[in-house]
């Protein structure tokens, strides 16, 4: 093999490497904030940590509305995704509630860590039942592989989508993005979920 081949081969090789690395050091992110700008698809988010971060949209980027619900909107059959936290009862007890439309019933469906406090964990699944009682409705939900019991205390923040256009993404409202970092402050997202009417994201 004459050594311009081999030079070729390295180059690749190397660039494939480098590739790979990137990949591995995007990492997930989740940024939870508010908006101090918005111009073409570069989003200025102060975060709940009081950093500057920004948000680099992809190109045909999407906006989802979270507006205010109920806890007696919750009835049996309901999509739920419930962030809770353990309780000395040893049953948890929610931070917050997301009432899924119908349409996204199944949506990141099962129960796993989250990052809203610590030990919080996240659970998507169907209101099996509900029992009321005077600390607030106890859930029963069940999902793939598992079921789960979970309080609802009063005052538990409710909320559900709705309609959101990108003119409601502008500054002081509320907002949740998942995306990619490289961990520069800097997140790589398709999706920006904004709070409407002075709604903050709950979850």
């Avoid at 059959?77 to 917050?96: H, Q, Y």
Wanted: hydrophobic share 40%.
């Amino acid at each position: 093999m004459s050594l311009t081949k081999l030079k070729i081969m390295g180059m690749v090789l190397a660039l494939g490497a480098a590739t790979t690395l990137s990949a591995q050091a995007a990492d997930k992110a989740r940024v939870r904030g508010v908006v101090e700008s918005l111009s073409g698809d570069t989003l200025m988010v102060k975060s709940r940590e009081g950093k500057d971060v920004t948000i680099k949209l992809k190109s045909g980027w999407a906006v989802n509305g979270i507006v205010n619900a109920s806890v007696t909107d919750i009835k049996p059959g309901d999509f739920v995704g419930i962030a809770s936290v353990p309780t000395d009862s040893g049953i948890n007890g929610a931070l917050e509630v997301l009432i899924f439309p119908a349409a996204m019933k199944g949506t990141g469906e099962g129960d796993y860590g989250w990052d809203l406090k610590p030990k919080s964990s996240m659970t998507n699944a169907t209101v099996a039942s509900a029992v009321t009682s005077v600390n607030g409705p106890t859930l029963s939900l069940t999902y793939k592989g598992g079921e789960k019991k979970i309080s609802i205390p009063p005052g538990t923040p409710v909320v559900t989508f709705g309609k959101a256009t990108k003119d409601d993404i502008k500054p002081g409202a509320g907002v949740i993005i998942n995306g990619t970092t490289d961990g520069d402050n800097t997140v790589e997202s398709d999706r920006v979920v904004v709070g409407i009417n002075g709604v903050i994201p709950p979850m």
